[in-house]
């Protein structure tokens, strides 16, 4: 089937209520093309560290970068439970692809939750279509997870917000064309997130990429510096056209990216599973092959059932961030233990194929490498499970 029918596929099914049977239906179409095409380079991307310009538009075929953009505005406004599949999916296969849609649809997600009207009908039409193709500049070279320590300025006048700052580790800054950039409009504001605010700008209007960063894994998808070097960018430009609100804007948006990162995490976890379960079958020792011995058993187990219970706990913050109910916990638990997974099942993977784990002829060193990102991005390990805590506190007082 050409992925031009798929999108057809996937528009017929959109309408407001999604069924069982349409979620069926969009993961068998992503389950053959990811099968179809993406599985097929991702060793040959991967090791040249070379970004798959070929997906992209595949991408924009199968109508991926509107995923849970309202239909309002030309997305499929798929629910956060299915959309969680589909990233599961690219992810047991290749993760990196997975990061072009994600940041892309945290950045159009908050336009849609807080941005104006005009900034709406203005962003949300181009990035449901992959026109326009952007993520989210948080992190500077002194600030990540305390991200009201950021230096970067955003000062106003009479044409303007002159914006000045350097950001780092930014995810499609140098093939998608735009970002919402978190800046300071008050440095004196106390408490100090009131004084930020989040802008929507375009590659060379608000930023330039002065550096594409080298990394262990999570190749081929460009992370990059960015310098912000006196830019003037319009006053519209200002996300929901009130300062100050930069920091929420950002945090609200949190929870579906814990979902994704969480279902990315799932996904390398199941796709280490896959490889290491063929492989035990395959590969002999002692005149049997090793999924026989009974090491190999407890580890095929414990990592099966890992996977298992991810999906579930991603499946329960998917549904509670569906239902509109508050699920930073559940997301927490979901990013924390997933993402755990995928480090964990990666690891025994490598321990199953033996000597043969090391050859980059093999696939499984890509998920080992690719995995730890996922303990890091959208909030570390270590704050979600202080965010677990301190919510499990929160709603059991003495
Ligand atoms: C490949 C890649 C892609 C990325 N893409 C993006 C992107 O698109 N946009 C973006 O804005 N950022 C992006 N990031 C940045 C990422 O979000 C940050 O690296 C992450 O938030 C952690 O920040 P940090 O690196 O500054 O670590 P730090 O904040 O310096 O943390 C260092 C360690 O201290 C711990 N720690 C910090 N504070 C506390 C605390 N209060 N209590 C307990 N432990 C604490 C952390 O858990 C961690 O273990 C990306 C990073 C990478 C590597």
Not at 14 to 39: F, N, P, Q, S, Y
Not at 129 to 143: C, H, K, S, V
Not at 159 to 166: A, D, H, M, S
Not at 311 to 332: F, H, N, T
Request: glycine share 10%; hydrophobic share 35%; charged share 25%.
């Amino acid at each position: 089937m050409l992925i031009t029918d798929r999108r057809t596929e996937m528009n017929e099914l959109k309408h407001d209520g999604w069924t069982v049977e349409d979620e069926d239906a969009i993961l068998d179409a992503i389950g053959k093309w990811v099968d179809g095409e993406v599985r097929p380079i991702a060793r040959e991307h991967d090791q040249a560290d070379t970004y798959p310009h070929e997906l992209v538009e595949q991408m924009k075929e199968l109508g991926l970068f509107g995923a849970i953009i309202s239909p309002d505005y030309g997305g499929l406004g798929l629910p956060a439970s299915t959309y969680a599949k589909i990233v599961m999916k690219v992810a047991s296969a290749w993760m990196a692809p997975s990061g072009i849609f994600n940041s892309h649809l945290i950045m159009a997600s908050a336009i849609e939750r807080t941005g104006t009207e005009q900034q709406k009908s203005d962003w949300l039409p181009k990035m449901a279509t992959g026109e326009l193709r952007g993520g989210i500049a948080l992190t500077e070279p002194n600030a990540g997870t305390d991200l009201q320590a950021i230096r970067t300025r955003a000062e106003k006048t009479n044409e303007g917000y002159r914006l000045n700052g350097t950001k780092t580790w930014i995810t499609n800054s140098l093939n998608g064309n735009c970002l919402m950039i978190l800046a300071k409009t008050n440095t004196e504001a106390t408490p100090r997130h009131k004084g930020m605010s989040a802008f929507l700008t375009k590659k060379g209007q608000g930023y330039e990429v002065s550096k594409k960063l080298s990394k262990l894994g999570y190749r081929s998808i460009d992370s990059c510096e960015l310098l912000i070097d006196d830019k003037l960018v319009p006053h519209n430009t200002l996300l929901g056209g009130t300062e100050g609100r930069g920091l929420q804007q950002v945090l609200g948006g949190l929870e579906l990216g814990r979902i994704n990162v969480a279902a990315r995490g799932a996904g390398i976890g199941e796709g280490a599973l896959m490889l290491a379960t063929r492989y035990a079958q395959e590969r002999e020792t002692f005149g049997k092959p090793i999924a026989q011995h009974q090491a190999i058993q407890l580890k095929l187990g414990e990592m099966a059932s890992k996977v298992a219970a991810s999906k579930l706990l991603i499946e329960d913050a998917a549904k509670k961030y569906d239902s509109g109910q508050r699920c930073d916990m559940e997301a927490g638990m979901a990013k924390y233990f997933a993402t755990e997974t995928g480090v964990f099942c990666s690891q025994e993977a490598m321990r199953i194929f033996g000597g043969y784990s090391y050859s980059t002829e093999y696939e499984i060193e890509r998920f080992y490498r690719d995995a730890m990102l996922m303990c890091i991005g959208e909030g570390t390990n270590e704050m979600q499970r202080i965010i677990v805590a301190k919510q499990l506190i929160e709603r059991n007082p003495i």
